[in-house]
Each structure stands twice: as C-alpha cells, then as structure tokens.
Nanobody, 123 residues
Framework: QVQLVESGGGLVQAGGSLRLSCAASGRTFSSYAVGWFRQAPGKEREFVSAISSGGGVTYYADSVKGRFTISRDNRKNMSYLQMNSLKYEDTAVYYC????????????????WGQGTQVTVSS
C-alpha cells in the first residue's frame, strides 16, 4: 500500500512556473507507476502526465506537452511535476496517483491518491 502527499501548489501569474512534489510512503514505491491528474471546478478529473516505475518512460497530455516535466526519485520516494509557461487554463487541483505495474492515463485504474494541491494561475 502507498500513501501519497502532494505539495508545492500556489498562486502564480500566467507564464510563471511551479514545481509540484508528491511524497510517497512505503518501501516499494519503486514498483509503482505514478500519474498526475488535475481537476478544475465543474470539470472531471483529467490526466496530465505519467511516469513508469523506473522513471524511464514518461507520457503527457497534449495540453501540457512541452511545458510540464514529470520525474521521480525512487531513493527519496518522490515524484515531481515541473510546470512551466503556466496558463490560466492550468488552474486546478492537482493530484498524484500510484498503481502497481504499468502507468495509465485512466483515472479509474489508479488505486492510490493524494489529497491534492491547488494551483491557481492568474491571467
């Protein structure tokens, strides 16, 4: 089982940057793929990015490709989402999620979730 805690959200102007962190408990974090998702008010939770358990494979939603970078440090049980060139439409609560095995873009396939961190981008 994995417990996840996100941090790093905040208020930033359009064009700015934020780095989100996801701290995981448990000694088997390195066997879990990690996904980042976001949910804006009134909208469904959507996929943002994912990384394989070993960190060698990453995947991004088209809306963030070229602006966001996902990474992980299995020695520290951490995953990160570097967000650059932020846009107003990136405003949302951001969640990290984990699952044993391959990463996925599907919200429903991840059993473990953090509580979320708010990102607000002012235009």
């Amino acid at each position: 089982q994995v417990q996840l805690v996100e941090s790093g959200g905040g208020l930033v102007q359009a064009g700015g940057s934020l780095r989100l962190s996801c701290a995981a408990s448990g000694r088997t974090f390195s066997s879990y793929a990690v996904g980042w998702f976001r949910q804006a008010p009134g909208k469904e939770r959507e996929f943002v990015s994912a990384i394989s358990s070993g960190g060698g494979v990453t995947y991004y939603a088209d809306s963030v490709k070229g602006r966001f970078t996902i990474s992980r440090d299995n020695r520290k049980n951490m995953s990160y989402l570097q967000m650059n060139s932020l846009k107003y439409e990136d405003t949302a609560v951001y969640y990290c999620a984990a699952r044993s095995g391959a990463y996925s873009v599907s919200v429903n396939i991840y059993p473990y979730w953090g509580q979320g961190t708010q990102v607000t981008v002012s235009s």
